[in-house]
């Protein structure tokens, strides 16, 4: 089992920058890709930013250009640096991860942060 725990969320203005934090633990040996996903109110749940297994990046169109998702393989940690910021960026950020237990894939989800973008 993985656990994943966030950190960083909060209220910031139009322009503005944050960076969340998503710390793993547990059968961790097991992970192959962590990421970002959102979803805003009324809204489905998107993939904002993923690290692959083969250490290359994947974005959202909306957030390409603005969004950086990185991986720090010795904390065990994967980030989101989100600049210029917009209203439309508000949402719940979910981080993620994926692996393997034995031949099935495994989805893990932390327990959501709050991101909102207003003045």
């Known amino acids: 089992q993985v656990q994943l725990v966030e950190s960083g969320g909060g209220l910031v203005q139009p322009g503005g920058s944050l960076r969340l934090s998503c710390a793993a633990s547990g059968s961790i040996f097991s992970i192959y890709a962590m990421g970002w996903y959102r979803q805003a109110p009324g809204k489905q749940r998107e993939l904002v930013g993923l690290?692959?297994?083969?250490?290359?990046?994947s974005y959202a169109d909306s957030v390409k250009g603005r969004f950086t998702v990185s991986r720090d393989d010795d904390q065990n940690t994967v980030y989101l640096e989100m600049n210029s910021l917009k209203p439309e960026d508000t949402a719940v950020y979910f981080c993620y991860a994926e692996g393997k237990k034995g031949f099935s894939t495994m989805n893990y989800w932390g327990q959501g942060t709050q991101v909102t973008v207003s003045s």
């Open positions: 690290f692959t297994a083969s250490r290359t990046t």
